[in-house]
């Protein structure tokens, strides 16, 4: 597995690209320009400008996240022509720096749901938490404020300028089902896919994080069944996967460890952590040892291990410890004591694989 650590960018994030490069074993990071508004083209500049950044600290950019989509595409709206246009060009030119992966996700309106960033944990940690009844009850105006007033950056997802029709969106969204949403999606993978091959770019989307509808909207990347369906839309191995087990580990039936198995070769981009569920629905991001939550991080780690999987890895979310200030679920701390767990399991893994050789 290579080892990479999400980074916000220079002024965008409170770790810094010397800091990730102390971490045992990470060879790049995860990035983005998250100033370039969702559909427009990525200027080649400012690609350059990051990958000489990134490049001097001894650092790769092979993994983008994400490129977001812009809802008219994922509405199926005329718009969408010229945004997967716009799409294709981005591609190119991230072909052209030397990515390798884009991550992305397929979510109307909103990326990653909570309904606390800094929850208090019994240890005096904090984490991001998703209560079930809180999101049955709630606007979901009152989310986005909730999210930009406990945090000083724009949250990746919550960005102003995607935000800001959002009554319109819903409205747009009633119409929109889940099949509507397959459909959608089809459409813009027929359209990438094969751009994203010839400029060797694998193409990695983010399962749905809670894998389940919130506030009435469709989601559909969820679970097996839903992957095995999207992996047939275009069945190619550029039409990939970011298996993200702490967001399809919400849903306490989604069994990780029998996905890894059954699609690694399809996954290209493996974002591990742990969460802890609870019957009523609610989650929290926990460490990410296996004993501190709910999903098996050992098994996952051993069936990636078993897959020979060569792909990148990244821990994902950490929580806020050691008093540390930091985006939510960004820090440097926690992320990196998951980072050297995920190491420990893969180390031994491989040292008993050669041992009983
Ligand atoms: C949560 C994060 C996501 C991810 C995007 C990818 O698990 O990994 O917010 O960055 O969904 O587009
Ligand atoms: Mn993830």
Redesign the pocket.
């Known amino acids: 597995m290579r080892m990479i650590v999400r980074w916000f960018g220079k002024g965008n994030d409170t770790v810094e690209l010397e800091h990730i490069k102390q971490i045992p074993g990470v060879e790049g990071v995860a990035w983005s320009l998250h100033d370039v508004p969702a559909g427009e083209v990525w200027p080649e500049d400012k690609i350059l400008e990051v990958k000489k950044q990134v490049e001097n600290k001894g650092l790769n950019i092979d993994v983008v ?2 490129v977001n989509i812009h809802e008219d595409i994922k509405l199926g709206l005329p718009g969408r022509e010229q945004y997967i246009n716009n799409y294709i060009k981005t591609i190119e030119s991230l072909g052209k720096a030397g990515v390798k992966v884009i ?3 397929f979510m109307p309106v909103f ?2 749901t909570r309904t606390e960033l800094f929850k208090k944990m019994e240890d005096g940690s904090t984490a991001l938490y998703f209560e079930n009844e809180k999101i049955k009850e709630s606007d979901p105006m009152e989310l986005v404020e909730m999210i930009s007033n406990n945090s000083s950056f724009t949250m ?2 919550w960005e102003p300028e995607r935000l800001e029709h959002l009554s319109k969106l819903f409205e747009q969204y009633k119409q929109i089902t889940e099949e509507d949403l397959w459909s959608n999606l089809q459409y813009f993978l027929e359209r990438v896919i094969p751009v994203a091959k010839e400029n060797n770019i694998k193409m990695a989307i ?1 399962p749905d ?1 809670p894998p389940w509808s919130v506030f009435g909207l469709p989601r559909i990347i969820t679970s097996k069944e839903n992957i095995q369906r999207f992996l047939k839309l275009v069945d190619d191995p550029y039409n990939g996967l ?1 298996l ?1 087990s ?2 399809l580990g919400a849903n306490p039936n989604n069994d990780i460890t029998s996905m890894v198995r059954e699609f690694s070769s399809r996954i290209h981009f493996a ?1 591990i952590r742990n969460v802890k569920t609870y019957e009523n629905g609610d989650f929290i991001e926990t460490s990410h040892r296996t004993d501190d939550g709910s999903v098996d991080i050992y098994n996952v780690v051993k069936s990636y291990h078993k897959s020979n999987f060569s792909g990148y890895v990244r821990p ?2 950490g929580r806020h410890i050691w008093g540390e200030k930091s985006r939510p679920g960004y820090g440097l701390y926690d992320r990196a004591l998951g980072i050297m767990y995920l190491w420990g399991l893969w180390d031994s893994f491989e040292r008993l694989k050669k041992e009983s050789q």
């Open positions: 996240e994400s991550c992305y996700n990326d990653w990746p997802g983010h994080d970011t993200c702490g967001s974002h994902d979310h």
